[in-house]
């Protein structure tokens, strides 16, 4: 029961607020994790995603302040002082930049921001592609949204968190993982349409159809900033350039491509651009294929595309890594495992499994953490609601 746990944390970080600050926080707001059931490195591209939030989050207290924002952090032990706009917001790095990029994206957009005191814990596990990252950006603007009254809905508040990130923090990321972290649903999966930023929820009756979805956590860090991520983007980019050359109309994003126009005109790009498109292309039909297979309840489809992903991802757009790779093998092993992919950005990080029987993954798990030696954990998906406040009492 995620929110109990929840409701229980609010009221215990309430209590931590009043050391530190002196006073109780006026309110609590949450945002979660997320972990990609299908359909990544398509978000920057216009195209089709289906995530779930995780029942791991980010919880941020908060009340009004004095003379600038302050703010504690419960895992760090370390606190910030900045601002309030129009005082220059400087950079900053670690978990600080994400607090301090919302702010300034929030009173670069208008959004009144006034001195405030606010403290954040959570359980988000850091660097293990989850999208921390998200939950943290997510939940603080929750936070000031209450507080200052914004009243922002719920997609405005997400491409505010995706433009801290973007221009502030200095990721070039896409709108997944905030959407998923403000709108996800209670045991359901989110398809997300990236151009139209449309969201359905789709129901997971796992246990009604007798599986089970697993993260798996390789154990190996990943830095959503490294050049890998941010150099797939410009990939991605110089290849609509390329296929924006022979047809004649504007490209907004690889979306505006036909796949049959792509396919004819795939001798015109450099091999590895055609290789990066082709996974864009495929990953977004077997996110659609997907989202039916799931509606129908026909799990082993949802296996196999999860499998294809994973190949697509490691052969075509060259973002896994061995590690990764040794655990989807290890799960596809498995005769209880319907079909395991890497999750995210990749380079490290996570993966997704579906599985009919808890036992083959826990097999697998151990087998890679006696062939790596790498930390790995899992978590059984326990399909979360998106931000929200939290009752204080
Ligand atoms: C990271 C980014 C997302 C998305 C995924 C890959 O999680 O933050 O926007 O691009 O990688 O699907």
Redo the contacts with the bound molecule.
Sequence with gaps: MPMIGSTDRARALGRAFERHYGHEPRLVARAPGRV?LI??????NGGF?FPAAIDLETLVAARPGHEDIAVWSVQFEQSDAFGPPPARIEHHGGWQGYVRGVVSVAAEAGLPVAPCELMIAGDVPLGS?L?SS?ALEVAVLEALDALFGWRLPPVRLALLAQRA?NTFVG?A?????PMVSALGKRDHALFIDCRSLETEAVPLHLEAIGVQIAVLDSGVPRT?ATAG?NQRRQECEEGLAVLATHLDRPLGSLRDVDRREFEALRVELPPLLGARLGHVFSENDRVLLARRALATGDVTTFGRLMNESHASLRDDYEVSCAELDTLVELCGSEPGVLGARLT???FGGSAVALATAAADLDRALARYQEQTGRPARMWRLAAADGAALLPLD
Excluded at 39 to 44: A, E, I, S, V
């Design positions: 990609n359909g990544d490195h398509t978000d920057y995603v592609g999208s998200a990130e990721v990321c896409g709108v997944m993982d959503l991520y995210g950005a990749g």
